[in-house]
């Protein structure tokens, strides 16, 4: 028994790393070529190229149940084809130890994944921001917040904040400071290369660096270079703005823990980071029930059927699980209803036709 589940693991896994190297090199060229167009103002080849590696961990977590179905799929279609699951029922082995055969293996690699989600993920994605973020300090920090499509934006009293990246210990790259009155006339706009951090002194907050200010009057805007430094006094510490201002994908389930606490210790909204803490915690569910579809349908549909079509639906249906995910977030947000219902219901309809097509296979 130990030769025939060593068979199975060696098929699956290796159908299953196949298809993770190939959709992280697919998505990782497209994010190479998406940067390029960067290349000759921010970067140099070896800088590109190391934001792009720097990606790859974030591409192999969240693309993990994809490539877990179509490997399962092609995996055992190998064996289904070669007739060697006909000849293992026909010896007395049953479905439901097949399954376990295949979910053994795929246990180690879910809990490989989730370990590099939590712990790896989080750490090279904001060094990666960073990167990315100290390329462009030297531009206009106006056109990198218009053409910046991540960064936080945050709301202090009547001022409206921005950041593109805050490091490990607090220091902020690209900041801007939109101040209002009380009456929501805009007063000024404020925008700093750099912040530094500073626990000493009075009121501890962030020196701002490199100003430039356009300032809104009745009849006329004036914009220039701030002379001298200023300073940015915020209730908030450098532990929490390094999380709040991370890509809630990239953040680990500690720091959406932490963050939701406190939204809704501030009273704000915190679906938008429930329904990312949802996905991350199901996420292993999401991608055993996965498995199960795709070995109910190698005994099942797709028993007899070519490798090509097996490899069309499993991309297919992986589509349709990613599809239905993305259209009940966003609609649980809208609409109000529990962020886990919307992450749980994909995954009980996996978990309930993988199991009913295995029943029927008995």
Sequence with gaps: MKHLNAHIAKHVLSAVMLVIVALTGLFAVVLFADEL???????????????????????????????????????????????????????????????????RPMLAVILLVSLLGEYVVPVVDRYAGFLRSEEKEQEFIFDMIKDNDSGL????????????????????????????????????????????????????????????????????????????????????????LNVVATEPESMSL???????????????????????????????????????????????????????????TGVMLGIVFRFSQDLLGPTSIVYGFVPLLAVAAPIAVCWLLGLLLLLRTR
């Design 37 to 103: 167009g960067d290349a000759p103002d921010h970067y140099n080849i070896f800088n590109l190229a190391l934001y792009v590696a720097m990606r790859v961990p974030g591409m192999v977590v969240a693309n993990a149940g994809f490539a877990m179905l179509i490997g399962c799929l092609l995996g055992l279609g190998v064996l289904a084809s070669q007739s060697e699951l006909t000849v293992m029922r026909a010896s007395g082995v049953s479905v439901m130890r097949i399954v376990w055969m295949v979910l």
């Design 153 to 240: 934006w945050m709301r202090q009293e009547n001022d409206f904040l921005h950041f593109n990246h805050v490091s490990a210990n607090g220091d902020i790259t690209g900041f801007a400071r939109l101040a209002f009155d009380e009456h929501g006339e805009l007063l000024y706009a404020q925008y700093a290369s750099r912040a530094e951090y500073s626990a000493e002194g009075i009121s501890p907050g962030w020196t701002l660096k490199k100003i430039r200010m356009t300032r809104f009057g009745e009849n006329a805007i004036s914009t220039g270079l701030q002379a001298g430094d200023d300073h940015w006094k915020s209730e908030l510490d450098p532990g929490l």
């Design 254 to 312: 500690r720091e959406l823990r932490y963050y939701i606490h406190y939204l809704v210790g501030q009273s704000q909204d915190s679906r938008a980071f429930e329904l990312v803490f949802w996905q991350k915690v199901l996420q292993p569910l999401a991608m055993i029930g996965l498995v199960l579809v795709a070995i109910s349908f190698i005994f099942g549909p797709l028993r007899d059927t070519t490798m090509g079509y097996r490899l069309f």
